[in-house]
């Protein structure tokens, strides 16, 4: 019944571990998103995928990788983990119609990461 | 750049009404917006492009009006379970990605 599901929904962990979040929709849309949403409640894309193709690449620090193995999945792997890092993280997906500033984004319930 | 958010909070009694305005220093090619409940996710409620077009969700309404670069968001004879944090989404273009607002938080009280 789920559309995006992510896990796991929390992650406390210590500065320097890396750690990896999972993302999956089953919509059947080709597009999904990673955003961050940080304390101050500011929704901001960190990456995009459409058919497992990296589309949209922000300026995000490279200890963060994603990763599509299809277009049902998406995860997000962060190495080295800074105290910056804390903050909720929402995948996200849509199906491709006129374009993605065009789509409708379904949000997955979010991972709130804590690190320590 | 993100789009300006006003107000930033809002406080409403059951039943009236509210605007909340989501400005662009940029040209812009639609306007989404998206209401997150504490400690959910962000859920569509509906999106406009570029054309003016005015749209609505049961009493909550939207438009667009892409010569001020602006889109504002009605909250009619609000309900309870309108409170939340609003968010509104732009893009400058189709293939481009959503810049999402600071959000408006809504408040409605009995």
């Known amino acids: 019944d789920t559309a995006v599901s992510q896990t796991p929904k929390y992650l406390v962990t210590q500065m320097g571990n890396d750690k990896s979040i999972k993302c999956e929709q089953n919509?059947?849309?080709?597009?999904m998103y990673w955003y961050k949403q940080d304390s101050k409640k500011f929704l901001k894309i960190m990456f995009s995928?459409?058919?497992?193709?990296?589309?949209i690449n922000e300026t995000v620090p490279n200890r963060f990788s994603p990763k599509s193995p299809d277009k049902a999945h998406l995860n997000l792997h962060i190495n080295s983990l800074e105290l910056g890092d804390s903050a909720v993280y929402f995948c996200?997906?849509?199906?491709?119609?006129?374009?993605?500033?065009?789509?409708?984004?379904?949000f997955g319930p979010g991972t709130r990461l804590t690190v320590l | 750049q993100q789009p300006v958010q006003s107000p930033q909070a809002v406080i409403l009694r059951e039943g009236e009404d509210a605007v909340i305005n989501c400005s662009s220093s940029?040209?812009?090619?639609?306007v989404h917006w998206y209401r997150q409940k504490h400690g959910e996710a962000p859920v569509f409620l509906m999106i406009?492009?570029?054309?003016?077009e005015q749209k609505g969700h049961d009493k909550i309404s939207a438009s667009f009006n892409e010569k001020k670069q602006q889109s504002s968001l009605y909250l009619t004879a609000s309900q309870l379970s309108y409170s939340g944090t609003y968010f509104c989404?732009?893009?400058?273009?189709?293939?481009?990605?959503?810049?999402f607002g600071g959000g408006t938080r809504v408040l409605v009280k009995p």
């Open positions: 919509l059947g849309h080709d597009t």
């Open positions: 406009l492009l570029k054309g003016g």
């Open positions: 989404g732009t893009a400058q273009a189709a293939g481009n990605k959503l810049t």
């Open positions: 995928y459409n058919n497992k193709e990296l589309i």
């Open positions: 996200a997906s849509s199906h491709r119609t006129g374009g993605i500033g065009t789509d409708t984004q379904y």
């Open positions: 940029k040209a812009l090619y639609s």
